[in-house]
């Protein structure tokens, strides 16, 4: 794992949206992420064109510490009583389980957002070599705007952590397991929010490489 | 005991990927029935059948044939059990149909021995069924590839097995040898309790021979039913990317493709 942030809370309107998408993912899209939930990542990365990797993510919140570890094994749980019966079968049911899962920012860890990539992927290796980086959420969806406020673009600035195992590996991991099925050599990324101004997005900085 | 062929939490991937290409599948083949494997293209179902065929080993989770594990039964005893017709076999250069079909009798037969009555009664029985009885001298790269596949399930069929797996069977056939084999499959199950593993692209025809369906997506079981219970709209949107009707009336299944649809479910 690479560690050298120093995480600083989400804005609360960002959470609480976040939160807000999730929930009305659950309820009104079958599961089907939002394009609020995909946010564009960018890093350095010397001797690629331009000096950058961009590439869209789906990401996850994590539980709140305290109940983080309750949450893997539930997820666990489900995924052992239902995976037999069928990936339809067990993403219906993971699907009815976090109906009421996102109802509060509170439940969740305030700092960071996860994903989930292949070990081997050009994204991967380049938040390995350079953990700092940016996350643009775009949303432009006229179609959301009455039930979810108006549509919004973000940019989160971050440093990233790779985890291969530990508590929030297994949660990402086994969160990922109910709907996609088993994600064998992935590494989790936990994009922990941290200011910074060397990768503003459209700043030169980057380009230089 | 569990009798049957069984993949239990099976994980399974090609020589040289790094990457499974069945993801935690669980299937149970019951005796005496015909069983479609179904899904897109790179779903799974010839890996599947491989991994019951015992051409490829389990990494996690284990297959069981009648509550044994596969890997403990010897390669001779399996094959006279079980026999599998992959999608695209290498036909040895030179050989005659006939020569080709008798190879079926070699899980029977010791090392050096040489074909009994029985063994020939039962190869003249599979050319007699696959209709290459006039073709048995014929060497395979002189024959159409249609009728190169019926050799191909001639071998299977004359190697007498309780199991077949055979991976898109129709492939390569015209439309009337399509309905003849799977004719002949329904009437190797109907008279000799023979159970049957096929894959199909072919909804429709899977359908219309098969008890039960697996329903396969990206390495994973979508869901394992009956024809009527699995080959719905929904699995069609969720599965084949397609908005399509489906009618399960009067013995036959219909399905209406309508044109792409977008899945009800994000896999």
């Keep these: 794992m690479t560690t050298k942030s120093n995480p600083k809370p989400f804005p609360k ?18 599961g089907t992420p939002h394009m609020g ?23 996850g919140l994590l539980p709140n510490a305290e109940q983080l570890d309750a949450k893997t094994r539930e997820f666990q749980t489900l995924y052992d009583e239902f995976s037999s019966q069928g990936a339809k079968t067990l993403y219906d049911r993971g699907l009815s389980y976090l109906v009421d899962y996102y109802e509060s920012a509170a439940d969740f860890d305030p700092d960071s957002v996860t994903t989930l990539l292949p070990d081997d992927s050009a994204l991967t290796q380049a938040l390995a070599a350079e953990p700092t980086c940016a996350l ?25 952590e790779l985890h291969r195992d530990g508590p929030v590996y297994d949660n990402v991991w086994w969160h990922n397991t109910l709907f996609h099925g088993k994600a064998d050599g992935h590494v989790v990324v936990r994009f922990r929010h941290e200011r910074s101004w060397n990768t503003c997005f459209g700043g030169f900085e980057a380009l230089d490489g | 005991m569990t009798l049957g062929l069984r ?41 599947l059948l491989s991994a019951l065929g015992r051409e490829i080993r389990a990494r996690e989770g284990v297959v069981s044939l009648d509550g044994v594990d596969i890997r403990s039964i010897s390669r001779r005893a399996y094959a006279r059990r ?18 080709l079909v008798g190879y079926g009798r ?40 249609g009728e190169r596949r019926r050799a191909w399930l001639g071998m299977v069929l004359c190697q007498e097995p309780d199991i077949m797996l055979l ?24 008279e000799r309790g023979m159970t049957v593993v096929l894959s199909l692209h072919d909804l429709e025809q899977a359908a219309s021979v098969a008890h039960r369906m697996v329903v396969l997506v990206r390495g994973r079981v979508y869901e394992v039913g009956s024809i009527d219970s699995a080959l719905t709209p929904e699995m069609l949107l969720d599965v084949f990317r397609v908005d399509a009707a489906v009618d399960h009336t009067n013995d036959f299944t219909q399905v209406h493709v309508r044109g792409p649809g977008d899945p009800l479910r994000a896999f």
């Design chain 1, 13 to 30: 309107e960002f959470l609480d949206w976040q939160v807000a998408l999730r929930h009305h993912t659950m309820v009104e899209r079958n």
């Design chain 1, 37 to 59: 939930v995909v946010p564009l990542v960018t890093v350095k990365r010397p001797g690629v064109s331009l000096g950058v990797i961009s590439h869209s993510i789906v990401c």
């Design chain 1, 136 to 160: 643009v959420f775009n949303v432009f969806d006229p179609n959301e705007s009455n039930k979810l406020g108006a549509p919004r673009c973000q940019q989160i600035e971050a440093v990233a």
């Design chain 2, 7 to 47: 993949a239990d939490r099976l994980c399974a991937r090609h020589a040289g990927s790094d990457f499974d290409a069945l993801r935690d599948v669980t299937v149970r083949v019951e005796p005496h029935e015909i069983l479609a494997l179904v899904g897109p293209n790179g779903s799974g179902k010839s890996t």
């Design chain 2, 82 to 99: 079980v026999a599998r017709l992959p999608q695209s076999p290498e036909t040895p250069e030179g050989l005659t149909v006939e020569a």
């Design chain 2, 106 to 145: 070699n899980p029977h037969k010791g090392p050096l021995a040489s074909q009994s009555s029985r063994d020939r009664e039962a190869v003249a029985r599979a050319l007699d069924q696959v209709e290459l009885s006039g073709h048995r001298s014929r060497p395979l790269d002189q024959i159409s590839g």
């Design chain 2, 167 to 190: 991976d898109e069977p129709t492939v390569a056939l015209d439309l009337r040898h399509q309905w003849e084999l799977l004719e002949l499959l329904v009437r190797l199950n109907e």
